[in-house]
């Protein structure tokens, strides 16, 4: 039977999916703080800016996989998209199940080809993403758009990374090797985050080499420092609109659904 997010949502079977890592409790966090963050606030202004700008039409069908809080659907919405959201614990934080359906990347509750562009932000590094992709090649008009964000660097990782569920970080080419694979065109590859990289390189070397684990401090930073730091990102943001830098703490991907599936769907 076709699988569709309108409701009444018929999910596939959980054993279609791996674990989640993501840790339920850090979405409170996110919720506090998202709106004001250093790191969340411009990410979203960011994002925002590349799908409104992406050349969909009016009203084009969205899905935003591991939508969290459901706050960038709803922004989706107030611009006029017909957006859903996917999300393992979408039940439990009781979003609106008329948008926000409760599902994992793996196996997503959408019809085969139902959806004009799909977005998995800081998804992919929780999940098994040759599965995740082929999923979402699935539910993917030929020649939809695929938006992707991801941790940037194994050399970053620090006890923020574990804490935060993650099972890995990328470097451009691994990135678009396994987007390709899954059957998709590269369009945009770029960074986030790029002029805070080496202070943050920096702050998780100092912690790596002291045994820090608490990440309350990047979580919740004074006043002052989020203000410094989220000026500096929202500079980027707004000076990317003419380059993108090639690198950050983040990498952004915009790629196009290929007509003809992957000869072997989740294969790397």
């Excluded at 919405?77 to 039940?91: E, K, L, M, N, T």
Aim: one cysteine or more.
């Amino acid at each position: 039977m076709p699988r569709s997010i309108h409701p009444p949502v018929a999910l596939p079977s959980m054993s279609d999916s791996s674990p989640v890592t993501f840790p339920a409790q850090r979405l409170d966090i996110i919720a506090d703080v998202q709106a004001d963050h250093f790191w969340h606030a411009p990410r979203h202004a960011l994002l925002l800016d590349l799908v409104c700008h992406a050349g969909l039409a009016d009203g084009a069908s969205i899905v935003d996989i591991g939508c969290g809080t459901g706050a960038f659907v709803s922004a989706l919405v107030a611009r006029g998209f017909d957006a859903r959201g996917i999300d393992p614990f979408a039940g439990a934080r009781g979003l609106d199940p008329r948008r926000i359906a409760t599902g994992q990347a793996e196996a997503l509750p959408c019809a085969d080809g139902s959806m004009a562009a799909a977005c998995a932000f800081d998804v992919l590094e929780h999940v098994d993403d040759a599965r995740a992709l082929a999923e979402m090649h699935r539910i993917l008009v030929p020649g939809g758009r695929l938006f992707v964000s991801v941790p940037a660097h194994a050399w970053l990782w620090s006890a923020r990374d574990e804490r935060a569920g993650h099972r890995r970080r990328y470097t451009r080419a691994m990135l678009r090797k396994r987007v390709e694979a899954a059957g998709f065109s590269v369009e945009r590859l770029f960074g986030y985050q790029w002029l805070l990289l080496p202070m943050l390189a920096a702050a998780r070397w100092w912690a790596n080499a002291r045994g820090i684990v608490d990440t309350d401090g990047e979580d919740r930073p004074g006043r002052l420092a989020n203000g410094l730091l989220r000026a500096l990102n929202r500079f980027e943001v707004r000076a990317g609109r003419l380059v993108r830098p090639p690198t950050g703490s983040s990498l952004v991907l915009v790629a196009r659904r290929t007509a003809m599936p992957p000869a072997s769907e989740g294969a790397r």
